[in-house]
């Protein structure tokens, strides 16, 4: 049904003036998820992630390490691929704004709004916080500081103009015509407000500090980090060549995962970037939530960041990828505490889904030759789990395709529920002498809820899954979702030895 749909999911590119921490992971391993699941489900993804380089913060950060902005891009920028080989992400394209193909699109992009008339030089004259990278308005200061509380600057030089006022009906009619395009719907709501209160033009080049890229037949000029780092969104695709294979077939079905703080600049300035330049707006952009940490604000000064190394060797990626998903609504705020990691390490994982798995595959070991066991005829109880299992699918999708992560997880961990239920009714272990036959529809009806069960979870804790498929003996050739109608435990078939592939977490040993 949904073959060959092509699906393009985005992170934000990552500044690399900070280092790799939870706040980052997080849009991330939820691209992740989205990107194998579509995958799964039969539809052709991209799933582009990368850093951002330019910009007056680099340069600053550059030289007080006493680097070349490059050197020190390149130090950072591997910080993030390592953070995403240990959260398991499993990202087709990773761009950096430094490449060639990426000042080439870029220097592309701008000579287009150009031609069409939509940039003019200027001077500008007002506050500019180098933090956020942003321009604010006088009666956006709060106590003389930007919004967000960091330091702004007064700045006033000759800039090249982005004609933003001439496009607030434009856009208002993009949202209007388009109610999804900006998710959860609070923050459609915030954007439609602020386009309706009225557009300034937008300031898109500097000439204060040289680290970006060169405003084509203008060098002293440098494109303005934002307009810089949204265009990775196409270069990525090959623009301005638009007529390729990957631009033609993606770009049309691009969903931009992005933070709550970021909204505005993908939500306005970006789609009217690319209506200015004569191509689609985004599809979908949904923004997420903030998370803190133990009660506070992760800052640098706190250093209460949490790198994802430490994240991973304290609670493993899969458990870290669970939490992170299932905590909370994706479009809410959160906080990360130690505590309520072990919670659902210990609770959903180790002790729901962990040892159902473990139960049943032991008793299978034992009890049926380490093989898969022959069903005789199915009861009502045996066909409506099996009937649950395989309903989730519809389900999560239906989830998935609202970014609704938590709902998702929430509905497979309603059968795994059922499923241990089931055990606890069936006794298996009393049936090993009373009914042996019955035994063995009632493991069969098991080992099939987990075949159905690990394939639905391999895209939230993909290391787990593909453990327990192994100890399913499920081939590499019938993973995906179409495999959960497809392909049902074949009877006969060895199992290796069970192993725990959710393990308790044990206080002492890891702190
Ligand atoms: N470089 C820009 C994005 C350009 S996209 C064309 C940028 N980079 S960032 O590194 O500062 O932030 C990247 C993402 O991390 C943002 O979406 C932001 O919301 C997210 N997070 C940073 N701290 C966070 C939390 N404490 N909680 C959740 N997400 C957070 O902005």
């Not at 386009?195 to 898109?204: A, C, E, K, P, Y």
């Not at 299978?364 to 898969?372: T, Y």
Request: charge should be negative; aromatic fraction near 12%.
């Amino acid at each position: 049904m949904t073959a060959d749909r092509p699906f393009f999911v985005t992170t934000p590119i990552y500044y690399v003036n900070d280092t790799p921490h939870l706040g980052h992971a997080y849009p991330t391993v939820a691209a992740d998820v989205l990107a194998r699941f579509m995958r799964l489900d039969g539809r052709r993804v991209k799933f582009l992630t990368g850093t951002d380089e330019h910009g007056q913060k680099v340069e600053r950060s550059a030289q007080a390490l006493g680097l070349t902005p490059l050197q020190f891009a390149d130090r950072v920028s591997a910080a993030f691929r390592e953070m995403d080989r240990l959260l398991d992400i499993s990202y087709d394209d990773y761009i950096r704004t430094t490449e060639e193909r990426h000042v080439r699109g870029v220097q592309a992009l701008w000579q287009e709004l150009e031609r069409r008339g939509e940039i003019y030089l200027g001077r500008f004259a007002g506050w500019y916080c180098v933090r956020d990278e942003a321009f604010y308005d006088e009666s956006e200061l709060v106590d003389g500081k930007a919004p967000t509380g960091a330091e702004v600057e007064w700045l006033e030089e000759e800039n090249y103009f982005f004609r933003l006022s001439a496009w607030q009906d434009r856009l208002l009619a993009f949202y209007e015509a388009n109610p999804d395009a900006i998710a959860p719907r609070s923050r459609r709501n915030e954007v439609i407000s602020f386009v309706r209160s009225g557009l300034n033009d937008l300031s898109i080049s500097r000439t204060s500090f040289s680290w970006g890229i060169p405003v084509p037949g203008s060098p002293e000029h440098v494109v303005y980090v934002w307009l810089d780092a949204l265009a990775n969104y196409i270069t990525a695709l090959g623009y301005p060549d638009t007529e390729n294979a990957e631009f033609s077939s993606f770009w049309s079905s691009v969903l931009h995962i992005v933070g709550k703080d970021i909204v505005r600049f993908h939500a306005v300035y970006w789609p009217a970037f690319l209506m200015a330049a004569g191509l689609e707006p985004p599809c979908r952009i949904f923004a997420h939530g903030w998370w803190t940490v133990e009660g506070e604000k992760m800052s640098k000064s706190l250093g209460n960041g949490i790198p994802p190394d430490v994240l991973v060797e304290r609670y493993g990626a899969d458990p870290a990828r669970y939490f992170l998903l299932r905590e909370l609504p994706f479009g809410s705020d959160g906080d990360f505490s130690h505590r309520a990691v072990v919670g659902r390490l210990n609770g959903d994982l180790a002790n729901d889904f962990g040892n159902l798995a473990q139960r049943v595959l032991v008793m299978i070991n034992r009890n049926c030759n380490a093989s898969v066991p022959e069903p005789g005829e199915l009861q009502t109880a045996d066909t409506s789990l099996l009937g649950g299992a395989r309903g989730l699918l519809d389900i999560v999708r239906g989830h998935i395709s609202e970014q609704s992560f938590h709902l998702a997880l929430e509905a497979i961990w309603r059968v795994v529920g059922e499923a241990n239920r089931y055990v606890d009714e069936q006794a298996p272990w009393a049936l090993s002498r009373s009914d042996p036959a019955r035994m063995r529809t009632v493991l069969y009806t098991l080992g099939e809820t987990l075949r159905r069960l690990a394939l639905l979870v391999q895209p939230f804790v993909p290391g787990a899954a593909r453990k327990l498929l192994d100890q399913l003996s499920v081939s590499e050739t019938a993973r995906d979702f179409a495999a959960l109608a497809d392909a049902p435990l074949v009877p006969g078939t060895r199992l290796p030895k069970p192993e725990a592939i959710f393990p308790r977490f044990v206080e002492e040993a890891a702190r």
